[in-house]
């Protein structure tokens, strides 16, 4: 009961700044790194040679992914106005309409309910959305290319990698207390 007035309070606008300018800065700082361990990648047959700058499917599949996490955390409205925040401050950063960022979104999460189902797990949905986005499928060897399912070994070293991308919402709420 003490920690939670130990908890320091930080204001929807402030979260939503935290978590787009980090989650921008590790993409930024990241994605060159994830290219060049998915290149390297020794289940494909060929590499796949994503580009260290073709970041942009990556970012909002993070986005989307990272989103998908807020209800879970968060009651009240403060999911909904937390979402809005982050949505306009990171159409603002990229350069794009609000509504149209909001739309990119709800399709890349409607995109992992597809290729995910019928697992609910959204981790895994986002690592198999980077699969599908970055059209990884024509790499593989010929078992999995024609099946036209990732390898099961790419997707678990995929699954790690993605796992240093997704916000601890969790860890995040034992040290804050998020306010109106």
């Known amino acids: 009961m003490l920690t939670l007035f130990r908890k320091k309070k930080l204001a ?3 979260v939503a700044n935290v ?3 980090t989650l921008l800065d590790l993409v930024d700082e990241g994605f060159p790194e994830v ?6 990648d020794p289940e494909f047959s060929i590499s796949p040679n994503i580009n ?9 599949i993070m986005l989307a992914g990272n989103m998908k996490y807020i209800p879970d955390y968060f009651t ?3 999911d909904f106005r937390l979402m809005d925040l982050i949505n306009r401050k990171m159409a603002l950063a990229l350069g794009v309409e609000a509504d149209a960022l909001k739309q990119t979104i709800s399709n890349y999460q409607s995109f992992f309910t597809r290729i ?5 797990n959204t981790h895994y949905a986002m690592s198999k959305a980077v699969f599908y986005k970055y059209e990884l499928n024509d790499f593989q060897s010929e078992y999995f290319r024609n099946m036209k399912t990732p390898n099961p070994i790419f997707l678990k070293r995929l699954d790690d990698i993605v796992a240093h991308f997704i916000w601890d ?9 998020v306010v109106e």
């Open 12 to 14: 929807e606008e402030k």
């Open 19 to 21: 978590f787009v300018n």
């Open 35 to 40: 290219a060049a361990l998915i290149n390297e």
């Open 52 to 60: 260290a700058e073709d970041s942009d499917r990556f970012l909002l």
């Open 76 to 78: 009240n409205y403060q």
């Open 116 to 120: 995910n189902h019928p697992s609910k």
């Open 169 to 177: 919402w969790e860890s995040f709420q034992n040290k804050f207390r």
